[in-house]
């Protein structure tokens, strides 16, 4: 057995196997478990992903928030034993796979427009799903 492939195998089973989709733009909030001492405990952190790189056991995103006058960003591993779980509360509507801009912004340039009623399937790179409409010049000819 050739050296990649022991460690692909190995990779493989330290991946997780539930992991909730999320992308880019998203507002999320990780349930990380922490451990002081002899006690363990969870904490919740929650913000917006502005990126999401790697793949396989590497792979990462960053969750950027502002709350209080000071902001933060933090970087995970999807697949670390620390995350018990990711819950996506809203859903963004963005055209970049980096939102790297959203670090300095505030007011409404650090927004990130929500998909109100769209599924994830109705959603594509092209846009959400649209709805043909009738021409107007067909059902004025059909009444006369």
Do not use: C, W
Not at 88 to 93: A, N
Not at 106 to 121: D, H, I, T, Y
Not at 126 to 139: C, L, N, Q, R, Y
């Amino acid at each position: 057995m050739s050296q990649n492939r022991l460690i692909e195998e190995t990779q493989k089973s330290l991946l997780k196997k539930k992991i909730s989709k999320f992308h880019v733009g998203d507002t999320i909030k990780i349930h990380l478990r922490i451990v002081e001492g002899n006690k363990e405990r969870l904490q919740a952190f929650s913000g917006t992903v502005i990126a999401k790189r790697g793949s396989g056991l590497s792979e990462t995103f960053s969750v950027y928030r502002h709350a209080y006058g000071s902001s933060m960003e933090r970087v995970f591993l999807l697949h670390s034993p620390k995350i018990v779980k990711i819950d996506v509360e809203k859903s963004g509507k963005v055209r970049r796979a980096k939102l790297y801009y959203i670090r300095g912004a505030s007011g409404k340039k650090a927004k990130v427009r929500e998909l109100f009623g769209l599924k994830e399937q109705e959603v594509s790179k092209e846009g959400p799903a649209t709805t043909e409409k009738p021409d107007v010049d067909s059902t004025v000819k059909e009444e006369s």
